[in-house]
T-cell receptor
């Protein structure tokens, strides 16, 4: 399978703990995106990387959130001092600069976070 | 700002019924429009797309036409199957842009 993969698929943590999620994009996709999806809603954009550079961050991404893509391949999303409101599905997507028509984003299966 | 509005679900249909899921958008420019589908326990999958006015996207028997005059991109299928049961998301994105804006999703149940 050469799609976008995410790890872990599920994470349960206690309020105040730190968590880190990993995303592996489709090979050779230079663009990577993180979204958050809460129950009954569509995904909301969090941040965007082109290669290793983080080019855009949503206002949804508070100071407790940090994302990295150190070598322009996989990415990590860390949430510090988790709060119950952080409970959501965290989705990663990737796309290729070569798909000039629409730069279609391909999504991973997501990491479901539950903060107790 | 830009936004997408979908009809609320759930939508419940019998197998072989005709499906329409309404989607309208608000955009300052001329975005590409998408329908994504999310099957239970799986990630979002691109179902179809249209990049400019009057384009029709189609896939797996589903189709949607980009209507600039009504700012709509309604999803249709002539005969649904039980396997079409999923959540459907309408979305927009500007070509070369980094952010996809999604609607809230419409859950479809198809009964045998």
């Amino acid at each position: 399978d050469t799609g976008v993969s995410q790890d872990p698929r599920h994470k349960i943590t206690k309020r105040g703990q730190n968590v880190t999620f990993r995303c592996d994009p489709i090979s050779e996709h230079n663009r990577l995106y993180w979204y958050r999806q809460t129950l009954g809603q569509g995904p909301e954009f969090l941040t965007y990387f082109q290669n290793e550079a983080q080019l855009e961050k949503s206002r949804l991404l508070s100071d407790r959130f940090s994302a990295e893509r150190p070598k322009g391949s996989f990415s990590t999303l860390e949430i510090q001092r988790t709060e119950q409101g952080d409970s959501a599905m965290y989705l990663c997507a990737s796309s290729s600069h070569r798909d000039l028509s629409t730069d279609t984003q391909y999504f991973g299966p997501g990491t479901r976070l539950t903060v107790l | 700002g830009d936004s997408v509005t979908q009809m609320e679900g759930p939508v419940t249909l019998s197998e072989e019924a005709f499906l329409t899921i309404n989607c309208t958008y608000t955009a300052t420019g001329y975005p590409s429009l998408f329908w994504y589908v999310q099957y239970p326990g799986e990630g979002l999958q691109l179902l179809l797309k249209a990049t400019k006015a009057d384009d029709k996207g189609s896939n797996k028997g589903f189709e949607a036409t980009y209507r600039k005059e009504t700012t709509s991109f309604h999803l249709e299928k002539g005969s649904v199957q039980v396997s079409d049961s999923a959540v459907y998301f309408c979305a927009l994105r500007y070509t070369g842009g980094f952010k996809t804006i999604f609607g809230a999703g419409t859950r479809l149940f198809v009964k045998a």
